[in-house]
């Protein structure tokens, strides 16, 4: 007789809480558009597949799937979210490796910064249930509050997103939380002046960033002698390689595969997209290259290159060129059809409107790549777009500025 599949297990031990109030374990149904925190509970609690989302078309999907099955969104940030349907296998694998990673007791409290809809606060939160760890759901709290919730819970484990950590350490203003051992960094590019802010703010905590998608959970993670600008080496349990084009294995930079037991199992809801070959192995979607130690760089995702003038544009390299100048809080790069060079750049930059700027703009993309680089528009924002997981809202950045603007 076949094994029954691995399920999530809520720990008899552990604990949830969401805004401070803890999360009683359920009996029977979940309340209709209750809080997803409390879906997640009742799901654990009856262990039947489940996806945590409020479209109801989207639920539809979960209706018959296989026990020790699951759903997560992908975030979205050029298209609509895709659902991916997963094993809890496929979790419950790096849960175990985390834990001996990290040395996880049950005396460590974690905390979760973001919305559950988002991959990364829901493994974060299943995570630390499975385990028999208490966590603590922070979602929709000012980042002062987060703080402060931080030391009135004894947190010692942060997961976080860099755009959630730089709130959460700007908002301690300058105060510092020794009690914090570890925090887990992932859903974006960390930052070398967000990464100073969060270890300022948390002197104690060591700080590792990984990377990853929802479609194939942990890649990479750096560690204590990670070279700067690099996202680590392979996850335990991970393989990496770098194909060019042609999809035959380089040395150089190019598509970014990776095979590991942490993989989805595909979209649910018949998107496209998630390449895999024959061999187990599947695209992550971005351009990167290995140095001879293993570790992994990235240049940006595949599906954002463009050309100019018969040149590639990786627009996050741009963005991050011009997010390192004073005054500018951040930065979007778009295409925009141009007759003569294919396309152009557009800049969009989270920045008070200064004409003294504009100059310092066109200065850093030649610096970064070159005069045919420099943007012909520049726009001001006063806020850039940015979805529940804190990564651009390219969709709407290219409705307003781009391609459809």
């Known amino acids: 007789m076949a094994d029954a599949p691995a399920r999530f297990e809520w720990h008899p031990q552990a604990k949830l809480s969401w805004r401070a109030r803890e999360v009683p374990r359920p009996t029977g149904m979940a309340p209709a558009m209750a809080p997803l925190t409390v879906r997640l ?29 699951f759903f997560t969104l ?3 940030t050029t298209g609509a979210p895709k659902v991916i349907r997963r094993s809890c296998a496929s979790w419950i694998a790096s849960f175990e490796v985390n834990a001996r990673l990290f040395d996880c007791e049950v ?44 030391m009135n819970l004894n947190v010692s484990i942060i997961y976080g997103t860099p ?19 570890l925090i887990l960094c992932g859903g974006g590019p960390l930052s070398d002046a967000t990464l100073a802010m969060v270890e300022e703010a948390f002197p104690a905590a060591v700080v590792r960033a990984f990377y990853g998608a929802a479609e194939t959970s942990f890649i990479s993670m750096t560690r204590y002698d990670t ?24 040395d150089g930079a190019g598509e970014v595969w990776v095979k590991s037991p942490y993989l989805s199992d595909g979209y649910a809801n ?45 627009p996050e390299y741009l963005e991050t060129a011009l997010n390192a100048l004073a005054d500018v809080k951040g930065s979007a790069v778009l295409p925009v059809s141009d007759g003569a060079r294919g396309n152009r750049p557009v800049v969009i930059v989270e920045a008070a409107e200064d004409t003294e700027l504009l100059p310092r703009i066109r200065d850093c993309c030649v610096r970064a790549l070159g005069q045919w680089a420099v943007p012909k528009d520049i726009h001001f924002i006063e806020k850039l777009p940015r979805l529940t997981s804190g990564k651009l809202d390219l969709r709407t950045l290219a409705r307003q500025f781009g391609e459809d603007g």
Not at 164 to 179: F, P, T, W
Request: aromatic share 4%.
């Open 163 to 181: 755009s959630q950590l730089h709130l959460l350490s700007k908002a301690g203003r300058g105060g510092q939380n020794e009690m914090v051992r």
């Open 107 to 150: 005396i460590d409290q974690v905390a979760v910064l973001g919305d559950l809809s988002h991959s990364l606060a829901q493994y974060g939160t299943v995570e630390a249930l499975h385990l028999g760890l208490d966590v603590h759901v922070l979602e929709g709290m000012p980042a002062p509050a987060q703080w402060r919730q931080l």
């Open 227 to 250: 070279p700067p600008g690099s996202v680590g080496p392979a996850y335990p349990g991970a393989t990496i390689e770098i194909r060019n084009a042609d999809g035959i294995k380089t």
């Open 270 to 314: 018949g998107a496209e997209g998630g390449k895999r070959d024959g061999g187990g192995f599947a695209s992550a979607g971005e351009i990167g290259w290995l140095d001879e130690e293993g570790n992994l760089f990235l240049e940006g995702r595949a599906d954002r290159r463009f050309t100019v003038a018969d040149h590639s544009l990786q």
């Open 74 to 76: 992908t975030g979205g």
């Open 41 to 69: 509970a009742h799901a654990l609690n009856c262990g039947g597949p489940f996806l945590l989302s409020d479209d109801p078309e989207l639920l539809q999907l979960t209706e018959g799937a296989a026990h020790g099955t």
